[in-house]
């Protein structure tokens, strides 16, 4: 009879230990151990930020302005006892999705659903609702419409159309037809009028 032999872990790296370190500090609200995380680890952050956006779009994002924006924000939940990460791949996992929110001004963000208008207008109020009602300091709005986008692209023209982009802009900027570009956003501006609605009932 053939035993089975479970491999051993792999061995952590000093990267790995360090990282760990740094967590075990943060997770007792050590502020000075979030900054120098995102001191250390910011390049490889900013290169995650851009790897993650078409290259078109790249120049219209600047990843040094939203590492600033994930710095902040981690060191927000530092501050306030938030952070749940209770090893290092939860705690990347926690600055990517920070990174990936950072790409959206919040208050961009207002003026363009303020001055949405016709097909748009329903989606904007809600998200508007949303947004008014919840604390200056929280994305939660945001995130959850970024969540609920089913592909990167679709993250991307939410991002764009969001920041203030209109949908011609919007496909110049991914490189392609606007026609293409008014489909998919009427498609997932309808997805996410279903799933803020579903998150306001849960």
Do not use: N
Request: hydrophobic fraction near 40%; charge should be positive.
């Amino acid at each position: 009879m053939t035993r089975l032999v479970t491999p051993s872990p792999p061995t952590p790296t000093p990267e790995d230990e360090e990282v760990e370190a740094l967590l075990r500090r943060m997770r007792a609200d050590d502020r000075e151990a979030a900054a120098t995380f995102i001191t250390r680890y910011g390049s490889r952050i900013r290169r995650r930020i851009r790897w993650k956006l078409h290259p078109r779009v790249r120049r219209v994002f600047d990843s040094q302005d939203i590492l600033s924006t994930v710095g902040r924000r981690l060191d927000q939940y530092v501050g306030a006892g938030r952070l749940e990460a209770q090893s290092g791949g939860e705690l990347w996992a926690l600055v990517f999705r920070m990174a990936s929110r950072a790409v959206i001004d919040k208050g961009r963000v207002f003026q363009r659903l303020h001055r949405a208008e016709a097909e748009d207008s329903p989606f904007a109020r809600q998200m508007l609702e949303r947004l008014e009602a919840e604390p200056a300091s929280k994305d939660d709005t945001i995130a959850h419409a970024l969540d609920a986008c089913e592909t990167g692209s679709d993250r991307q023209i939410l991002s764009l159309w969001l920041q203030g982009h209109e949908l011609t802009e919007i496909a110049d900027e991914l490189g392609t037809e606007p026609a293409i570009i008014r489909k998919r956003w009427q498609r997932l501006r309808a997805r996410l009028q279903v799933a803020l609605r579903h998150e306001a009932r849960g």
